[in-house]
């Protein structure tokens, strides 16, 4: 189990990874800004490495003071790499995911 628990004192928040033991995940440091998140790495046999991670994107940004949209493209920038799977909550409502578009 890997979490990242919200550190300012709200309601909520937080990411949390469950990867199964005998995969023999390892929590990696991301150096960013952004508040809410996780990440490991998984060996994978024959394969290189994969990055999994996990990211709250808070609706409600002003309890951290930043823009938390340019800190998750930060973080996006510096995970970049061919072997990732991302995963969270990044509450951008006005996409619609049934019809893959924006409504704004």
């Known amino acids: 189990m890997f979490r990242c628990d919200r550190q300012v004192n709200t309601r909520g ?6 990867v ?11 150096n960013t800004e952004f508040p809410e998140h996780v990440w490991c790495r998984l060996k994978i046999k024959g394969f290189h490495s994969l990055l999994i991670g996990v990211c709250c994107r808070t609706p409600t940004e002003r309890i ?6 340019e800190k998750l493209k930060d973080l996006v920038c510096e995970v970049a790499e061919k072997n990732l799977v991302l995963m969270g909550d990044f509450n951008y409502r ?5 019809q893959f578009c924006t409504n704004g």
Do not use: T
């Open 94 to 98: 006005e996409i619609d995911s049934e």
């Open 64 to 69: 951290y003071y930043i823009n938390l949209h």
């Open 20 to 30: 199964k033991h005998g995969l023999g995940a390892v929590q990696v440091n991301v």
């Open 13 to 18: 928040g937080g990411v949390l990874l469950y």
